[in-house]
Nanobody, 124 residues
Framework: QVHLVESGGGLVQAGGSLRLSCGASGRTFSSYAMGWFRQAPGKEREFVGTINWSGGNTYYPDSVQGRFTISRDNAKNTLYLQMNSLKPEDTAVYYC?????????????????WGQGTQVTVSS
């Protein structure tokens, strides 16, 4: 059983920054790719970024490229999402997810394990 717990969400003004964390337990965290997704009210959950097992490869959609950075600390079994230059349209519940392969993945169907989510609200 894999357990993912996000933290670090909150309320921030536009242009500000937040760092989300995701603690993992229950399996070998360092062997698998991880990802971040988000879901705004009334919208489908969307891909925010992914990182491979070692942290040496990442991928982001255009909507967050250059503003968001994913990293991981395998010694601490923790995944991070650094979010800078936040915009009101970044407001959503953010989820971390664990894949079952080591390389980066962008589809939700590639992820088996999900956290409960953390709310990020960006005010204008």
């Amino acid at each position: 059983q894999v357990h993912l717990v996000e933290s670090g969400g909150g309320l921030v003004q536009a242009g500000g920054s937040l760092r989300l964390s995701c603690g993992a337990s229950g399996r070998t965290f360092s062997s698998y790719a991880m990802g971040w997704f988000r879901q705004a009210p009334g919208k489908e959950r969307e891909f925010v970024g992914t990182i491979n097992w070692s942290g040496g490869n990442t991928y982001y959609p255009d909507s967050v490229q250059g503003r968001f950075t994913i990293s991981r600390d395998n010694a601490k079994n923790t995944l991070y999402l650094q979010m800078n230059s936040l915009k009101p349209e970044d407001t959503a519940v953010y989820y971390c997810a664990g894949a079952t392969v080591s390389g980066i993945r962008i589809r939700q169907s590639d992820y088996r394990y999900w956290g409960q989510g953390t709310q990020v609200t960006v005010s204008s």
